[in-house]
């Protein structure tokens, strides 16, 4: 762009991959800058809902970002979680998901998912089933 004897570079959609020097032209002259392109900080959109759920049903927690994030990680307490037969970790767009089959009393806990600077905490409950004896045993001799 050129205003009477000024020359001016606008730069549009940038993007970290353009970090660099910059250099401008014309004639004999030029002038160079270094360019430093910074990622947009990820914040979160929607917070883990504290979940209840009971002993053997399984749970879904999850999370939204803006922008959408590189990547998620998800921790039960201090514990990073990784997918397993127990966790499903799932991570499309903006949102970000665990999945917790099999619950047993000890999943109950605080549970967050972390994209750069940006973390959620959530509480999960799990209720032990109710287990009652219909009919006692009775002696047997044999």
């Keep these: 762009e050129q205003d009477g004897t000024i020359h001016r570079l606008n730069l549009w959609k940038t993007k970290t991959s353009m970090t660099g020097a910059v250099q401008f032209a014309i004639g004999k002259a030029k002038s ?7 990622e947009i900080p990820v914040q979160i959109t929607r917070e883990i809902e504290n ?4 002993e053997r049903q399984s749970v879904i927690l999850s999370c939204e970002f803006k922008p959408s994030p590189k990547m998620v990680a998800w921790y039960k307490d201090q514990t990073l979680i990784e997918t397993s037969e127990k966790y499903k970790l799932k991570q499309e767009k903006h949102m970000a998901e665990l999945r917790i089959l099999k619950l047993k009393p000890e999943d109950s806990g605080l549970y967050r998912c972390r994209a750069g600077n940006a973390e959620s905490v959530g509480t999960l409950t799990v209720e032990a089933r109710n287990v009652q004896i219909l009919k006692h045993l009775e ?3 044999v």
């Design 32 to 38: 160079m800058a270094n360019l430093v392109v910074k």
């Design 51 to 54: 979940k209840s759920a009971t």
């Design 139 to 141: 002696d047997v001799a």
